[in-house]
């Protein structure tokens, strides 16, 4: 957690690992998704059936790590390098039983658009894996599914005059927010197993100065997705009707995930990596901490949570290897 690693950033704590699991004894391979963006590959064995993956990158802003007796605090304690710290420590334990076809997979940009898990889909390594175990905060509960994420921008032109005659120019802000309104409004796809499809506009931007009619405007959008991507496409398009451009940033569809007998189960809102990496088995996802602490200035995660998610990740992988 000392290491800085916002999206864009992770060179150092990747080479961090590398090193550190080296020296453990691991096989490891630094992917290079990007120049000095590398996700990082770990075996113990040429049969490595269960993958523990999650993400070495954070959001914005960095914050150094603390702690008390009962928490550790800072960016990344909970989403998600207290998971890594988590899977190693249960690969290690397991290890030592002598149980070793278990990888260890660690990506960039998943808090952007996932280029590392999409690169990571096309290695020959996820051919021999069967079940893969991703690592979000879902409050130790085993994820059976999650909804889909498509980021988008939403862009309307104008004209530029004057801004003491407005009727000489057409101003592309009142267009976006006329938009913006009717999307508010709109009813958007519920599914019985995934819940409601939700909007969030994250941002907007546009025009030059106050006294000029604005030309542009743009708002990014971000919809969690219950359903395929063409009936949200549909209603979207509806909805804005030709007054403006919609542009898809990323996309990534609802995924289900297997249900294990033992474990306390629940389907979460957010997205994961799992939808990129389609070729490493079957997708599971548990993990220490609470999404409502991830991306947050207080972000934390319990001590007792993480102790307890590795004997939850170390149960998981032996009923998996024994199936």
Request: proline share 5%; with cysteine.
């Amino acid at each position: 957690m000392n290491i800085p690693s916002v999206s864009g950033d992770e060179e150092a704590v990747g080479l961090f690992l590398r090193d550190y699991l080296k020296n453990l004894g691991w096989t490891v391979e630094l992917q290079e998704v990007e120049p000095k963006r590398n996700n990082v590959i770990a075996c113990l064995n040429d049969t490595p059936r269960v993958f523990l993956s999650t993400h070495m990158d954070t959001v914005p802003p960095f914050i150094a790590p603390t702690e008390d007796d009962e928490k550790i605090y800072g960016r990344g304690s909970c989403d998600a390098k207290g998971i890594i710290a988590s899977h190693i420590t249960a690969a290690e334990n397991l290890r030592r039983e002598r149980i070793e076809d278990i990888g260890l997979l660690f990506t960039v940009d998943e808090e952007e658009s996932s280029k590392g898990s999409r690169a990571a889909n096309d290695l020959p390594i996820a051919e021999r894996c069967e079940y893969l175990i991703n690592g979000e905060p879902t409050d130790l509960d085993l994820a059976i599914g999650s909804k889909g994420s498509l980021r988008m921008l939403l862009k309307t032109k104008g004209k530029a005059a004057h801004s003491a005659y407005p009727e000489m120019g057409e101003s592309a802000i009142e267009k976006l927010l006329d938009i913006l309104q009717t999307l508010r409004e709109t009813d958007l796809p519920t599914d019985e197993f995934f819940g409601e499809t939700t909007l969030n506009i994250g941002t907007i931007s546009g025009g030059l100065k106050t006294n000029v009619i604005p030309p542009f405007a743009e708002a990014g959008l971000h919809i969690r997705m219950v359903t395929p991507l063409e009936p949200v496409m549909e209603i979207l398009e509806k909805a804005v009707a030709g007054r403006g451009e919609l542009e898809v940033m990323s996309c990534s569809l609802p995924v289900k995930m297997l249900e294990v007998e033992g474990f306390n189960q629940k389907v979460v809102r957010f997205t994961t990596d799992i939808p990129q990496l389609t070729n490493w088995g079957t997708p599971l996802l548990l993990g220490a901490g609470s999404i409502l602490d991830a991306h947050t200035k207080h972000e934390f995660v319990l001590k007792s949570d993480l102790e307890r998610s590795v004997l939850l990740y170390e149960n998981l992988i032996r009923k998996l290897l024994n199936t």
